[in-house]
């Protein structure tokens, strides 16, 4: 994105117990490190590499080569990784997270999300991130964006109603208003949401170009998705808007969209109107105008986050695992939320028809993003961690299983949540080669053979800090005491995704 989202943690061990200690204490003995006869996947190449020696300084890979070239200096740690397979750290590109301090950090980062694109301004995820970076809590290198910019009335919160994450603009001059603050605050990226009137979007994006500040986020409705694609907008989330774009009937689904209307704080009503619309599309479908589009992506470099598993949710309300073995890292009083949304919003009133339309599609989504990828539109992976039964950490990994379930090799889906998120970001990560962060994922199996494979994880780097098999169930055990314990009144952001979730009345 730019240097200035390029922030790394400096991260101690021991969550629990490890926030006495400076950072300096906590890094005695783990400048050096060398991870030997270890398979090597790294996602620039085609082929894994494999007996590889890995050696860490700091926070930095310094050599990456074959066991038997590497020097080892006296006084380095050494880990014997026969038998293992090591990726880069992976990043989540599109998350709203969860819970306390000693929950969503945590999780991220032992399940080998060492990056985490949050999706709201927030004070938690802020504070969250001051921590990590004072070497006071163990997590991901956080990139945070604003308030999210809505139109008024705004899906996500009510008539004049302004909060810690949402912005509502009505006019340009609001939108240009609405990107000072965010760049005031410190935000890495301007979000932008549903609902934004055409001539303040354009706006937003001007003043986002003069003060340098990406704009990310949903294509509005009442914006044609080419000139959004045409305007700069650094990538588009979810399967919404973009797909409607490439209709044969056009003009119907211009009409239909401008013809939305919706109460303050009502995505759920919207999502209900946006149905039918979708449904016309997948009825009449132009290849021509779905080429267009993506060759533009392409020329333009608009990236997609195509959160399958959130419209997997939202399409199939009915297939979501009410007893989840992770449900043990979420506190009780957000499992008790996220079963009431999904009863009493996702599931009770919808017809059998509507039913049956939403199952038929998903499949169709899955096709829209193998077309993509075809096409040359570079994804990135987002999992909506946050979203009812949308887990930090573990949720990404449900992510790649489905973008390989919609066509993408293995490898093609390590590269979105690996080098394709770091090119979009500008960081030094996303890779095993000397010079980059050394945020990596050890795995007891290939990725590259099942990509289910990225979840049996035997360790982590995160930020240089090895937390090896013994620690890492440590560790996950501290954040699974926490969820048990008694709850604090939550804040929104405790509660979880703003987005695709009605609002708690």
């Known amino acids: 994105m730019n240097q200035q989202v390029a922030r790394r943690s400096v991260l101690i061990g021991g969550l629990a117990a490890g926030l006495g200690a400076s950072p300096q204490q906590a890094w005695a003995g783990?400048?050096?490190?060398?991870?030997?006869?270890?398979?090597?996947?790294?996602?620039?190449?085609?082929r894994p590499q494999r007996d590889m020696t890995v050696l860490l300084s700091g926070t930095r890979i310094m050599a990456v080569g074959p066991a038997h070239r590497v020097r080892i200096r006296p006084g380095t740690r050494v880990i014997d990784l026969t038998g293992k397979y090591l990726i880069p750290g992976l990043a989540d590109m599109h998350a709203h997270s969860i819970g306390s301090e000693r929950i969503s950090p945590p999780l991220y980062a032992l399940n080998g999300v060492t990056t985490v694109r949050e999706m709201a301004s927030s004070s938690v995820v802020s504070g969250?991130?001051?921590?990590?970076?004072?070497g006071q809590l163990l997590g991901p290198n956080w990139i945070i964006a604003g308030p999210i910019v809505d139109g008024r009335p705004s899906l996500l919160a009510g008539d004049g109603e302004e909060s810690d994450g949402i912005i509502q603009v009505s006019t340009a001059a609001q939108g240009r208003d609405a990107v000072r603050r965010s760049k005031a605050s410190g935000a890495d990226f301007v979000k932008l949401y549903s609902r934004i009137p055409e001539d303040a979007y354009f706006a937003i994006v001007d003043e986002a170009r003069r003060l340098r500040i990406p704009v990310a986020g949903h294509s509005p409705d009442r914006v044609l998705v080419e000139a959004v694609i045409a305007a700069g907008h650094r990538s588009i989330e979810h399967l919404h808007t973009l797909p409607l774009a490439t209709s044969s009937r056009p003009a119907d689904v211009r009409r239909a969209l401008a013809a939305i209307k919706v109460n303050p704080g009502d995505y759920n009503g919207w999502f209900r109107q946006i149905h039918p619309i979708e449904w016309l599309v997948a009825q009449h479908p132009s290849a021509a105008r779905r080429d267009a589009v993506f060759e533009q992506m392409v020329r333009r470099g608009t990236r997609s986050v195509p959160t399958l598993i959130m419209h997997q949710l939202l399409d199939m309300p009915e297939s979501a695992i009410l007893d989840d073995d992770r449900l043990r890292y979420v506190p009780i009083g957000t499992r008790e939320f996220w079963k009431f949304i999904l009863e009493e919003f996702y599931i009770k009133g919808r017809s059998a028809e509507e039913k049956a339309q939403q199952r038929e599609l998903y499949p169709r989504r899955l096709e829209f993003v193998h077309a993509m990828q075809r096409a040359g539109v570079r994804l990135l992976a987002g999992s909506e961690a946050g979203l009812v039964y949308a887990y930090p950490g573990f949720s990404l990994h449900d992510e790649l299983t489905e973008l390989v379930r919609a066509g993408l090799t293995p490898l093609q889906s390590l590269r979105m949540a690996t080098t394709e998120a770091a090119d979009f970001l500008g960081t030094r990560t996303g890779s095993i080669r000397s010079g980059c962060t050394a945020d990596l994922v050890v795995l007891d199996a290939n990725p590259l053979i099942d990509i289910r494979n990225t979840t049996k994880i035997h360790a982590v780097v995160v930020n240089g800090r090895l937390i090896d098999s013994t620690e890492r169930r440590r560790l996950l055990a501290d954040v699974e005491s926490a969820a048990a314990e008694p709850e604090p009144t939550q804040s929104a952001a405790a509660l979880g995704c703003i987005c695709h979730m009605p609002r708690r009345r």
Do not use: G, K, N
């Open 128 to 134: 969250w991130r001051a921590q990590i970076e004072r």
């Open 30 to 46: 783990q400048s050096a490190l060398a991870l030997t006869h270890v398979t090597v996947i790294d996602p620039e190449r085609e």
